[in-house]
């Protein structure tokens, strides 16, 4: 069952989000498990030594900040479409750029983190 939660998140996707919005990296990598995977861009980062220096350079390194735009709980699974902005070289992408960030839970902590730029598909 999908239900909307865009105004109720799990605590730990929204302190993922102000930690984010707030530029603060102990903060952000506090909501993630020691073995935690994140993948953007088709690129694995495994366990927090690799998930760090991901976020220090592309979320922190590049004043990443995060508008929900839609939230849905999955089964226990978390989507949350949101509207990037940061200091990012923004050729070529869109305005704004709205990204999908497919979020699984255990507890209080994330354990995935899959960021994709999805393309909407139109129907006829």
């Known amino acids: 069952m999908t239900t909307d939660i865009t105004h109720n998140l799990p605590k730990v996707v929204a302190d993922h989000i102000a930690a984010?919005?707030?530029h603060d990296a102990e903060a952000w990598m506090a909501t993630f498990a020691p073995d935690?995977?994140?993948n953007d861009i088709q690129r694995e980062f495994i366990g927090t030594d690799a998930i760090r220096d991901f976020g220090d350079k592309e979320i922190f390194g590049d004043n990443v900040t995060m508008a929900v735009q839609r939230a849905w709980d999955r089964h226990g699974d978390?989507?949350?479409h949101a509207k990037l902005d940061g200091t990012y070289a923004k050729t070529g992408l869109p305005d704004p750029l709205i990204?999908?960030?497919y979020f699984s839970?255990?507890?209080d902590q994330?354990?995935?983190l899959i960021?994709?730029?999805n393309k909407?598909?139109?129907r006829s």
Do not use: P, Y
């Open 120 to 122: 909407t598909k139109v």
């Open 36 to 38: 935690a995977m994140l």
């Open 115 to 117: 960021i994709v730029h």
């Open 105 to 107: 839970l255990r507890g």
């Open 110 to 112: 994330i354990t995935q």
């Open 78 to 80: 978390v989507t949350v």
């Open 20 to 22: 984010c919005n707030a």
């Open 99 to 101: 990204l999908s960030f």
